[in-house]
């Protein structure tokens, strides 16, 4: 086979440092929705929807077939902190945690997953960061240790 063709959904969710509400001026998370959006692109993947709320951020991804989960969300954190420092100087001190979860979507549910992440807002109205992260790591059954999980 001469080429190589992949479809890799994957669910990317990270949070800022300590959960930080660094993305709480709704201008500038969009902002930075957008600019996350374009790295995942600009990298040969597809951002399908980019969301998140004031202390973290979710991304549907088709991966990149020349990278891995852990070099996409490298170059997603490294990027963007440097782009929100220069364009925003009183987020300095701004820094993502420095875990992440991803998670495989099949196609079926793509559609369900981009729901979920344009509902943010309304989610979390509900919900905290720490209840919706745990209720992934159940739903995917990824062991962890309570202890190592937050930063």
């Not at 957008?34 to 790295?39: A, D, H, K, P, V």
């Amino acid at each position: 086979m001469p080429q190589s063709l992949t479809n890799l959904m994957v669910h990317l969710v990270f949070s800022t440092l300590d959960r930080h509400p660094f993305l709480s001026d709704g201008g500038i998370r969009e902002e930075m929705h957008r600019y996350l959006g374009g790295i995942v692109n600009e990298k040969g993947g597809r951002a399908l929807c980019v969301g998140g709320v004031a202390d973290h951020v979710h991304l549907l991804v088709v991966m990149p077939k020349t990278s891995t989960v852990a070099d996409l969300v490298r170059d997603l954190k490294r990027a963007s902190s440097i782009w929100i420092k220069g364009r925003f100087p009183a987020l300095v001190g701004f820094a993502w945690q420095g875990g992440y979860g991803a998670f495989s979507v099949g196609q079926k549910e793509s559609e369900v997953v981009m729901a979920y992440i344009q509902g943010q807002e309304e989610h979390h109205k509900k919900r905290s960061f720490q209840e919706e992260y745990r209720a992934f790591l159940v739903k995917y059954g990824i062991a962890h240790d309570e202890r190592y999980v937050w930063e």
